[in-house]
């Protein structure tokens, strides 16, 4: 009798050659590089360093392409943009000490973010390791230790025979339900060291299935089936899952309105009778959920943005869907089911019964409506021009990648992506310098539609470097800088909380000469052109910038009371 665990995949006499006679003049770096291949990478970003010259020797000969930056934190951001869009594991190469150390924020953001980041890392030469203070470059007692609280998992390699496996094992980690950065390190030794392995050839990575248990769904779908005032929160889970399209169908199955959390942007169609949008710092909205005698959440653990600043107090049955095992009920009791956000809302597809609600479209229209009504009295007409003109200029199914800044603010409850998976932010980590790095990510991605770029002054200056990526690999990224002369939200909030701002002022350069200093054309913009300027800008091959001299006001916050 033969069990599927007993059968093994025969090789073909061809791989057997292959194996018996690998071609000369190869590293532990072509272990590296070939695995990624094997696994079914394309794309690598990254940085060289001294101890990871291997790795990199290795990229010229093989069919993996290669974008690098300039700044090792801005290679994480591309990548973790890469990661978003594709859903595939990014690869980022990296050496040893200040370089690897160097990701750290980025990485912060990806696992924040539930990002697919492949770090591979050099390491000091083996002879170095365990602690010892030889003195080697770039040396660390413990180098894996600064990364084991940012990354989803660490792999230490110490031998050649364990590259493949360390690296796929990695991948899979990456991969599997929460998504997430992984960490990879190989000692430089271990790296150039000639080798007579056989060349790696396809890996079986696959990523295991995070599925809900049964007994957990029938009950979370007799909630629903028997709510008077069922309401849903998708979270950036739904989009990692590519689960939009099972969301809509139970949110018109269930007649139950959905609003989306800022990392979830486009997980639910905007424009949707249903669609609450993603007004979640707001007090209509939060109270509406409040109301919901069963709320179900998606993908979300109703951090700090998507409660409101911990303002919201929900009063019905709370069932949260959640892959991250760290979320899942760590904010409020709940009927907490450990899964992928896709498997889980098949289940509930499968077994929720069908409900009319006819009052329900009007209550979501009367929300919005007041949502609306408390923004206009504010005064913040300039501000919804600005965004309405860069909605306007953007076409649609191209991304946009948004820094730390007033704009962006403004996009996670106003700014309609028009579809999954297409606008992306760091506010899972909130760190600057994300936007335009991410961007260049995002157009590695798929070079055939033009990329968005919003950064604030501040956090451009983090990311002037990579104007010379964009150049030479020109890549169709349009910058929008809004240039307030400093860290506009933090002289908001040093103003509101002292009265005055303290180290928010910035002297910055010209950005419009800067950039054609790269050989990147530039325009300087007003509001009034801003949208002509921009989808000029967007619809031109290449990189650009278009710089908007504004000072952004954020709209009245209501979780102060």
């Not at 609280?149 to 991948?171: C, D, L, Y």
């Amino acid at each position: 009798m033969t069990h599927d665990h007993d059968l093994v995949l025969r090789p073909t006499a061809a791989q057997i050659s292959t194996a018996l006679n690998p071609p000369p003049g190869r590293n532990g770096g072509d272990l590296v590089v070939e695995t990624l291949a094997g696994l079914g990478a394309t794309t690598v970003f990254g940085l060289p360093g001294q101890h990871a010259l291997g790795m990199f020797d290795a990229l010229r000969r093989s069919a993996l392409r290669y974008i690098g930056l300039r700044v090792e934190n801005n290679a994480g951001f591309a990548a973790d943009a890469y990661g978003r869009i594709t859903g595939e594991a990014a690869p980022l190469l990296l050496s040893t000490g200040p370089g690897a150390l160097t990701s750290l924020a980025a990485l912060q953001e990806a696992a924040a973010a539930s990002a697919p980041v492949l770090a591979i890392s050099s390491q000091i030469p083996t002879a170095g390791l365990g602690g010892g203070r030889h003195g080697y470059l770039h040396e660390l007692p413990d180098q894996a230790a600064s990364f084991r609280g940012v990354v989803k998992s660490v792999h230490t390699v110490r031998t050649q025979s364990q590259i493949p496996s360390a690296v796929a094992a990695a991948w899979q980690s990456a991969l599997t339900a929460p998504h997430g950065p992984v960490w990879v390190e190989i000692p430089q030794d271990v790296l150039l060291a000639e080798t007579a392995l056989p060349v790696v050839t396809a890996m079986d990575a696959t990523p295991d299935d995070l599925a809900p248990r049964p007994e957990l769904t029938a009950v979370a779908a007799d909630l629903l089936s028997c709510a008077a005032r069922p309401a849903i929160i998708a979270g950036g889970g739904v989009v990692r899952s590519d689960a939009s399209g099972k969301l809509l169908q139970l949110a018109e199955k269930l007649d139950a309105p959905v609003v989306t959390t800022f990392g979830g942007k486009g997980a639910f169609p905007w424009e949707h009778p249903l669609s609450l949008q993603s007004w979640l710092e707001d007090r209509h909205t939060t109270d509406f959920l409040e109301d919901a005698d069963v709320l179900l959440v998606v993908g979300s653990g109703l951090g700090e943005l998507s409660s409101n600043y911990h303002t919201f107090k929900p009063r019905g049955r709370v069932i949260q869907i959640e892959a991250d095992l760290g979320k899942l009920e760590s904010n409020y009791p709940a009927l907490g089911i450990h899964a992928d956000a896709r498997l889980a809302l098949q289940a509930l597809l499968e077994t929720v019964e069908e409900r009319t609600d006819e009052s329900v479209q009007q209550r979501v229209r009367e929300v919005l409506s007041r949502v609306g009504e408390r923004i206009a009295s504010q005064e913040l007409t300039l501000e919804q021009d600005v965004l309405r003109s860069v909605r306007r200029a953007l076409p649609d199914g191209s991304p946009s990648l948004w820094d730390m800044t007033i704009l962006a603010y403004w996009a996670w409850s106003a700014f309609d992506p028009r579809s999954t998976n297409l606008m992306h932010s760091a506010q899972g980590a909130g760190g600057l310098g994300y936007g335009f790095p991410a961007a260049l990510g995002a157009a590695a991605a798929d070079p055939t539609r033009p990329v968005l770029a919003v950064s604030g002054d501040g956090g451009a200056l983090y990311s002037i470097a990579e104007l010379a990526t964009a150049k030479q690999y020109d890549l169709p990224v349009t910058w929008l800088i809004v240039d307030d002369g400093g860290y506009g939200i933090l002289r908001e909030y040093m103003t509101d909380a002292f009265g005055q701002a303290t180290a928010t002022e910035l002297t910055r350069p010209d950005y419009v000469a800067l950039a054609e200093s790269f050989g990147v054309p530039g325009i300087r913009t007003s509001p009034e052109t801003l949208e002509t300027d921009l989808a000029k800008a967007l619809a031109s091959p290449g990189p650009s910038v278009v710089v908007l001299p504004a000072v952004l006001r954020m709209f009245a916050p209501t979780h102060l009371g």
